[in-house]
């Protein structure tokens, strides 16, 4: 089975500043979003609302943060997030459902991006275009969020404001509605469609001037 990134138009500095926040509202705001039900019911290993509780309740923000002396206070520890390495990959997903609720979802079509055949036809064709960034930035792993390291999935990763008006403007260039594909494995209307979701989604992001957050699992 292949991967598929979920993307959302959000802003960034909004999310992490609900971390910590202690936002009871936002906590149940983020219950009541499209897909947490979805997360809450595969999350069968821990208790999803104590992980979302921990991101907006328990989380230690730097600046509250203290070190904690060791023996006869020679040494001391890092001052902790609050947060459970353990439960690292728990809260990608809880992530995913706060990017809903903070954000606009951009694939509600489906699982448009789903990492086969014809996202690897659509990065060739940007590549044929001349432009730089493809769908595969949605591979690469960045350190968005103050989260314990998550060792595989979800991937988060994102286009910054500057990324997103740099392949806006070079597909608008295009007429995607009026591509094909020499690949027998792939349908000129599923490329079309893919590129066309990107494009829209870009878009949305463009207009509320917010950046591309992507998980990918």
């Keep these: 089975m292949g991967s598929i990134a979920q993307p959302f138009a959000v ?11 202690k936002d009871l509202a936002l906590l149940e705001k983020v219950k009541q979003s499209n897909l947490y039900e979805n997360y809450a019911e595969g999350a069968e290993d821990c208790d999803f609302d104590a992980v979302l509780e921990d ?3 328990r989380y230690i923000k730097p600046e509250d943060r203290q070190k904690t002396g060791g023996l006869l ?17 728990h809260y990608g997903y809880a992530l995913i459902v706060i990017c809903d609720t903070l954000g ?40 968005l969020f103050d ?23 070079a597909l608008n260039k295009h007429d995607l509605n009026d591509i094909t594909t020499n690949n ?12 066309l979701t990107f494009r829209n989604g870009l878009q949305i992001c463009s207009d509320k001037q917010v950046e591309w957050v992507s998980f990918l699992h």
């Excluded at 989260?147 to 806006?168: G, T, W």
């Excluded at 027998?184 to 590129?195: F, G, R, S, T, W």
């Design 11 to 21: 802003n960034i500095t909004q999310v992490r500043q609900a971390f910590g926040s």
């Design 55 to 57: 991101i907006i309740v």
């Design 73 to 89: 206070g020679l040494f001391k520890s890092n001052p902790g997030s609050g947060l459970n390495p353990k439960l690292a990959h």
């Design 104 to 143: 606009t979802f951009l694939s509600k079509g489906g699982d448009i991006f789903y990492s086969g055949d014809v996202w690897k036809e659509a990065n060739k064709w940007l590549k044929s275009k001349g432009i730089t960034i493809d769908l595969d930035r949605m591979w690469q792993t960045e350190k």
């Design 147 to 169: 989260i314990p390291k998550i060792a595989d999935f979800p991937v988060i990763s994102h286009y910054a404001n500057q990324e997103v008006s740099y392949l806006l403007q």
């Design 184 to 195: 027998d494995n792939v349908q000129p209307e599923e490329l079309q469609e893919l590129l």
